[in-house]
């Protein structure tokens, strides 16, 4: 199997170090994402014992030690790098996982994931500035996008021109299978409105 993710040379060795010190034989490591494709997902990586490895895991040849990619979670780890990197209060090791909270999509991915794609990487960053976030909530039958706006874009009062103006027109233009796009906010709620 080609690897799904790239540990460098130095990460390599300071894993080999410190796996060697585990006292047991055959001893790798194993890489999962918590909450893989959302906006808290997480890369972690962690010792793994012979026998403590998933049976769906993925063995990734290529390493001085076995590696287990959790089935699960390894189209977010997709370009993912291990690291290491030395400095004089010992060193680093950094796992970049740029798909980790939202996998790679093509033309051919579900209509949901190329939602769910455009909203993570295109809107969502936007709206941050003004602790705002949309969520799909459903794709209906005929290819409607269902959001709920949340954070400060729950009950503002510009909500109608950035679904139209932005939001709508983004997805519609970079998802040419989706027929509309409706917000199921309920925006009598203002609490945290960033417009009032």
Do not use: W
């Amino acid at each position: 199997m080609s690897a799904i993710i790239e540990i460098t040379e130095s990460a390599q060795k300071y894993l080999g170090d410190l796996l060697s010190k585990q006292d047991a034989d055959g001893i790798g490591v194993r890489v999962f994402v918590t909450q893989p494709g959302t906006p808290y997902a997480e890369t972690c990586l962690a010792y793994c014992r012979p026998g403590e490895e998933e049976a769906e895991d993925v063995l990734q040849e290529g390493a001085p030690f076995p590696v287990y990619l959790d089935k699960t979670s390894s189209s977010y780890l997709e370009e993912a790098v291990v690291d290491y990197n030395p400095d004089r209060m010992g060193g680093q090791l950094t796992i970049k996982a740029p798909n980790a909270k939202m996998p790679k999509v093509s033309a051919d991915s579900p209509l949901a994931e190329q939602i769910n794609y455009v909203l993570y990487s295109d809107i969502n960053p936007g709206l941050a500035a003004h602790g705002g976030e949309i969520k799909l909530i459903e794709l209906t039958d005929d290819n409607v996008a269902i959001l709920q706006f949340g954070g400060g874009c729950q009950g503002c009062s510009a909500v109608d021109l950035t679904l139209k103006d932005g939001v709508e027109k983004t997805l519609m233009e970079k998802i040419p299978q989706l027929t509309g796009v409706r917000d199921v906010t309920d925006h009598t709620v203002t609490d945290n409105a960033y417009f009032k």
